[in-house]
């Protein structure tokens, strides 16, 4: 897929559905790169500090940091 939005709209929608094939459900998981899952865990640390203070942390595709503070902040470096 083109853009990383769609791929990630195309896992949550699969996800959602428990989708099947002739009876055994199939389970949709994101392909990261050695590259992409190093910058994520890069977040680690920052994301427990977020959700003790509940602001909802995400890491976004490909390592990117969203959280709920009144409005959405998105952050692409630490």
């Given at each position: 897929?083109?853009?990383?939005?769609?791929?990630?709209?195309?896992?949550?929608v699969?996800?959602?559905?428990?989708?099947?094939?002739?009876?055994?459900p199939?389970?949709?998981?994101?392909d990261?790169?050695?590259?992409?899952?190093?910058?994520?865990?890069?977040?680690?640390?920052?994301?427990?500090?977020?959700?003790?203070?509940?602001?909802?942390?995400?890491?976004?595709?490909?390592?990117?940091?969203?959280?709920?503070?009144?409005?959405?902040?998105?952050?692409?470096?630490?």
């Amino acid at each position: 897929m083109a853009k990383a939005h769609d791929k990630e709209k195309t896992l949550r929608v699969g996800r959602q559905k428990k989708i099947t094939y002739k009876g055994t459900p199939i389970r949709l998981s994101a392909d990261f790169s050695a590259e992409t899952l190093q910058a994520r865990r890069g977040w680690n640390d920052i994301v427990k500090i977020l959700k003790d203070k509940n602001l909802q942390p995400i890491i976004l595709y490909p390592a990117k940091i969203s959280f709920r503070y009144g409005e959405i902040k998105t952050f692409l470096d630490k």
